[in-house]
């Protein structure tokens, strides 16, 4: 296959919009693979960049699953050949060539996983963001073990530890609760009472519905040996709710958004509020906000992301082969890149209940 000199990509342009360009194919650096792009998911994330964050002229959208077309120079992983179905995530809306609402898209060669034939495209495409959002939280900054997952799922008995996920039917919920039970913990969760039979499907042991102002004294009493949560919501209080769910001995709490003061102050001490931010697995510096991202950071959770990336050799690829990870509910839009500002406005009016936006490319 010949390679065209140009593609189509969604780019930010005056006034908070986007528009699709004709754009110069990226040029790949060190360690750098191109990949043709099949499917792709939007995350909040997305629609935010370009709303608050990205200036004109950024390429737009993070999460992806596509064909390597070509290897750069000094590719470091020697699983992936041209033509191996990827999927991972890239900062979109950060930069002018590296964005995943694109004909073609570029990035390193450790930070994807090959994706095996029994996954669909849009499944897959599903992974980046929030399967590795939930990776990052469970493993790198709540530190739980990670299971030799070539012998299968750990199995979860009475007796087996105990962890909270609000919010499970977010994106990040859903990868979360999956992982978790695949890992041996009993996964504690929240959402509307009629998302519940799909998180149990997914693997969560005991469900309560977050409009119960009750929940954290509830879960507190029967679980106090609690001492691990992830909040997938991190705004509008719910950070509190969380710490206050954990048994009297405390414990951690990680968040997606900023670290909240009074929940901070709630049990000074005792509860551990940990903020994590993906975009630093993808091991390029960068500032966010007030907050910047340096070499040593992001590489060392690149490296750790690599576990669970790195083409055929990461979990990931395991336990999809297995059939053990289904990813998110996703619900398929028509339109392609161009339906995409779409998307945008669906997630922004609310419409979106434990489903991922899902457009096919191409």
Known sequence: MTLPSKM???VTVEGNKTELHEVPLPTLDKDEILVRTLAVTINPTDWKHVAM???PGNQVGCDFVGVVEELGPGVQNTSLSKGDRVAGFVHGGYSADRGSFAQYIKT???IVATIPDNVDDLVAASLGIGG???VQALFHRLAIPVPDFSKGPVEVTEDSPEILI???????????IQIAHLSGYKVITTASPKNHDLLKQLGADDLYDYRDETIPQKIAAKYPNLSKALDCISEHGTQQLCVKSLGPKGGDVVVLLKPDKEAIELRKGEVNIIHTLVYTALGHPFNYGRATYDEDRVTADSNLMKEWLNGTQGHF?????????????VKEMSGGLEGIPEGFKYLQEGKASAEKLTYRIG
């Open 8 to 10: 189509k990509a969604l």
């Open 53 to 55: 964050i990205s200036g």
């Open 108 to 110: 390193n060669s450790g």
């Open 132 to 134: 590795e959002t939930a």
């Open 166 to 176: 609000w919010s499970g039917s977010t994106t990040v919920g859903q990868w979360a």
């Open 317 to 329: 690829y395991t336990l999809f082969k297995q059939g053990l990870l289904r990813g998110n509910r």
